[in-house]
């Protein structure tokens, strides 16, 4: 389920005030609301991901050992960030310039320029793009500086069946937040938040004693939760201009360190919920857990293309937000099981 909430997030930046390969803000400008909402899921979404890559890596030593697991971590992610680099966000480059600067130039013309035009590497206006593969990135960096630490400490620190006080384990959010300044690099993705994410999931969170006192303590986890939510709308309201109080580089600071523990509550608040409520599953939940991470990597291109048109169709907000995605996600879908069936597509793309 994480995935579609990953497209839905990635439909909404067209109609917020966050840079984008296409924009809706041609016919209503400054819409603060949706950046708000944009920025909330924002928070928790990728450290959830990277606190379960470490709580999973935990589990997978149980099975292999490191240069195994290393081995693992090429081919399912080095190896698909390059070759989505190659086919993918190229892609996305391209209608970013064509809606930014419509320049009179198709793809096959456009796709070799790509690679020579450097900027800021998000391709919102054309360019080398690493686009939404720089999660696929940063995973597999944080995961072989993860490996080193882990190495470094094996046989000297074992939490396996460390008992922590429930105040312990939210006071455990501040070290995200102290390493959040440390490779603080594309677009205000921290490696070193990243990897304190990952290391505090396969530390601390892959402990069940860990989910046991949180789920005990669930109803003041959801308090808490609920209280920081409302602090983090208010701060993240004068940043995006709805306060009294005019937004200045101190707030977009303050704001910044916040979120991360905002986002470590989040992250605790989310596996108990996940664990009390969503430990079930159908076909359709089977599916999608094991093509996510496909479907991560070939939705963005389909989404993009078909919001770039239907942009240029309606103008009705509402009817592009549908369309794109009712459009997007079967067609995503539909392109991940066509690569299933080819053993290059499965190799390049990480494809089990």
């Not at 009179?104 to 020579?116: D, R």
Request: with cysteine; hydrophobic share 55%; aromatic share 18%.
């Amino acid at each position: 389920m994480v995935i579609i909430l990953v497209i839905f997030v990635h439909v909404f930046v067209i109609y917020s005030m966050l840079p984008y390969y296409v924009k809706f803000d041609v016919f209503f400008p400054n819409n603060a609301f949706m950046s708000i909402f944009v920025l909330f899921m924002s928070v928790w979404l990728m450290p959830l991901l990277f606190t379960i890559a470490g709580m999973t890596t935990y589990y997978s030593f149980k099975k292999r050992n490191m240069v195994e697991y290393l081995k693992e971590r090429i081919q399912r992610l080095l190896i698909p960030f390059i070759s989505a680099m190659i086919f993918i966000t190229p892609i996305l480059s391209y209608f970013g310039m064509k809606f930014h600067e419509n320049l009179p130039i198709n793809f096959f013309n456009y796709y070799f320029i790509s690679f020579t035009r450097i900027t800021d590497l998000t391709g919102y206006t054309g360019g080398l793009a690493i686009g939404h593969v720089w999660f696929i990135l940063y995973l597999f960096i944080v995961s072989c500086m993860a490996l080193a630490i882990i190495k470094l400490l094996k046989n000297r620190i074992d939490l396996s069946k460390k008992e922590f006080s429930f105040p312990a384990l939210i006071l455990l959010g501040l070290i995200p937040v102290i390493t959040y300044p440390l490779l603080n690099t594309f677009e205000d993705h921290s490696i070193g938040m990243y990897l304190a994410l990952f290391l505090l999931g396969y530390y601390v969170l892959s402990n069940d004693k860990v989910i046991e006192k949180l789920e005990k303590n669930k109803i003041t986890l959801g308090i808490l939760t609920l209280i920081l939510t409302i602090i983090f709308i208010y701060i993240a309201g004068i940043v995006f201009g709805l306060g009294t109080i005019p937004p200045n580089d101190t707030i977009i600071s303050i704001l910044f360190f916040y979120q991360v523990f905002y986002g470590w509550i989040c992250v605790l608040f989310l596996l108990v919920i996940g664990k009390i409520y969503l430990n079930k599953t159908n076909s359709i939940l089977q599916y999608l857990s094991e093509a996510s991470y496909t479907i991560y990597i070939f939705h963005m291109p389909i989404l993009i293309a078909i919001a770039f048109y239907i942009l240029q169709i309606t103008s009705n907000m509402g009817m592009q937000i549908i369309l794109t995605l009712i459009l997007t996600i079967p067609l995503t879908i539909g392109v991940c099981a066509i690569c299933n069936k080819f053993k290059i597509t499965r190799f390049i793309f990480g494809i089990k």
